[in-house]
């Protein structure tokens, strides 16, 4: 069954994107990722309009993050304490972050950088990350949090000045490496188009030492705003959200994502990290494949607007 | 420029052919598509006749050829980038800006334009895909022919541009028909349709219709939403997205 969507000016089958959706709920409320990195290549691919893509899966990432995170919220896994300092530090990242993306669009480059961090920034994370759930799934399944956290141990995070408490987290740490992070996550979405939720969610697991549950609804918390932000700025500039899309992709996504909390809930969190690990690392084995293989056609067009 | 030297060459040609001078009349079976939530397409079809303008038919032994050309009014302004591989990675190189790059481009003719008028006539009136006047964007340098080209190739494969030699019919022997199949994603807006028709590979007479491509009902409404007050438009997608979020774990909690 056909729909007319008024923005992208196309027909597209109707439960080919509910589907989509769904696929890509499920994977935000199982690991706390938005999942546009998986869904604009795939809405793209089916000849939706780049700006359009980008624009409307934004829509579906908040629907999905917010049904998401108030789950995860009724059951008391999600860290607002921490969200608000990762957001403060994201603020200022994508005031960074549209300077740096200007410069490089400016320079006609600004496809290949994303391509290029993606694989660098995937390849890197999802390997350590595959390496160490690997371990900890020999080893009858330890969660980082727990296992590398005896009573009183310092790490480099806890050494830093401006100490906070983080109640739902069980932290005594520094505001100053979260913030950081916020940064670079907030400089992260705006250049590469992402809500940052796969760089974020293995950043809090290894770095911060926050504990998996926690993680995943917090990461989500986050999300909610910066994809709400890049919703905003798509509309304001481009006119390019697409609201029929939009709503059928809502409707999987929101499904979806209920779905994989369950689901993430039922497996061993050495498990779900070596899952995540494994996503990441094919996303990041896609692209860098597409990077070095002879493209079919070398020539691409990008239209932009009427004379 | 080369819109003016073409109405030029209608009215020398015209002039020219004065002895026989001739009415060419034109119609298509629907002037108006609207585009509703079902749209996939649609067929029009273009039909006309060709008489002398004293009325009478014409006489047996006059042959014409008869090019239809549909294609929208605005032209788009598109930049072509070229991959070339720089050690192990393809990465944009080469880049070239183009104007004057129709939305939508049809072409049906009742045999070979070569066999119908040489190329310098085709050219005055853009007849042929691989004519129409795409130039380098003000300001911008041209290039290669391959840019050129990867345009039309581009816009081919998403069915927005194509070219029927031969799908012009004659039913009698001045009444013409063509079908063109309007393709789902068929930019909303005017298209010019252009009638001509050809003997002695000169234009003898022509005609000029309009075909209005309009969205309609929810699909009109979302579209003006969107493009006059983008700030609500963004606002009630990010409200009605969150909503979304909420009903559904809701939903789900009551389950549980």
Known sequence: ?????????????????IGLGAAVGFLSGMFGVGGGFILTPFLMFWGIPPAVAVATQSTQIVASSVSGVLTHWRKGNVDFKMGGVLL?????????????????????????FISLSYVIFLGSIGGLMFWESLQAVRHGGSSVGSARREPGGHY?????????????????ISAIPPALLGVLIGLLA?????????????????????????VVGTSLFQIIFVAAFSTLLHAITNQSVDAILAVLLILGGVFGAQFGVRYGERL????????????VLMICLRLGVDLVLPPTDPFNLIVEGLE | MRRVLATLAIAAALAAGAARAEDLAAGISRDKIEITSSFTGTDVVVFGAIELESG??????????????????????????KKDQVGPIWMNRDQRRFAGVPGYYFLSSTRPLKDIASAEVLEQFEIGLDRIALGPAPGAIGG???????????????????????????????????????????????????????????VTSSSTMTLFIDKTGIERGLSEFAHHWPLFYGLAAVLLSALAGFLASLAFRERH
């Open chain 1, 156 to 172: 480099w995070v806890h050494g830093w000045p401006l100490k906070m408490r983080f109640h739902r987290s069980k932290l005594y």
């Open chain 1, 190 to 214: 705006v250049v590469m188009g992402i809500g940052g939720g796969f760089i974020l969610v293995p950043a809090m697991i290894y770095l911060l030492r926050m504990p998996t549950a926690i």
């Open chain 1, 268 to 279: 061993r969190s050495d498990w779900l990290r070596l899952c995540l690990a494994a996503l």
């Open chain 1, 88 to 112: 403060g530090g994201g603020l200022v990242g994508s005031v960074l972050g549209i300077q740096l993306f200007n410069a490089l669009k400016a320079a006609g480059q600004a496809d290949l």
């Open chain 2, 56 to 81: 009478e038919a014409l006489p047996a032994t006059e042959m014409r050829d008869v090019v239809v050309v549909i294609r929208s009014d605005k032209p788009y302004l598109v930049t072509v980038r």
């Open chain 1, 1 to 17: 069954m056909q729909i007319y969507l008024p923005i992208a000016e196309m027909p597209v089958n109707i439960f080919l994107i």
């Open chain 2, 144 to 202: 290669p022919r391959e840019f050129r080209e990867a345009i039309l190739r581009t816009k081919m494969t998403q069915d927005l541009y194509s070219q029927h030699e031969g799908a012009v019919s004659f039913l009698s022997g001045s009444l013409f028909r063509t079908t063109v199949a309007l393709p789902p994603n068929v930019p909303a807006g005017h298209l010019k349709v252009l009638v001509y028709a050809f003997a002695d590979g000169q």
